[in-house]
């Protein structure tokens, strides 16, 4: 079993920066895809970021690349996610998610944490 609890979300307002950490409890972290997905009200869910077991590869969302980084450090059992240059549409719920069978399925998700972006 997998747990999954988001933190960091905020009001913040347009260009500034946020930090979003994801503490995981269980014992396959080090072996699962980690990513992060947002929901605006309204919209679907959306792919962020995503990184491997690993750490080496990463995947990023066309419209949040050189703004959002996602990490992991597996000795603390936590994914990241450094939100920089924040916008007024990316206001959202923000989740992440494990891939713990590296099928591509997410069959893990935390229970979101709100950023909201001021113009």
């Known amino acids: 079993q997998v747990n999954l609890v988001e933190s960091g979300g905020g009001l913040v307002q347009a260009g500034g920066s946020l930090r979003l950490s994801c503490a995981v409890s269980?014992?396959?972290?080090?072996?699962?895809?980690m990513a992060w997905f947002r929901q605006a009200p309204g919209k679907e869910r959306e792919f962020l970021a995503r990184?491997?077991?690993?750490?080496?590869?990463?995947n990023y969302r066309d419209s949040v690349k050189g703004r959002f980084f996602i990490s992991r450090v597996d000795a603390k059992n936590t994914v990241y996610l450094q939100m920089n240059s924040l916008k007024p549409e990316d206001t959202a719920a923000y989740y992440c998610?494990?891939?713990?069978?590296?099928?591509?399925?997410?069959?893990?998700w935390g229970q979101g944490t709100q950023v909201t972006v001021s113009s």
């Open positions: 269980g014992r396959t972290f080090s072996r699962s895809r």
């Open positions: 998610a494990a891939d713990t069978g590296g099928d591509g399925t997410y069959d893990y």
């Open positions: 990184i491997t077991w690993s750490g080496a590869f990463t």
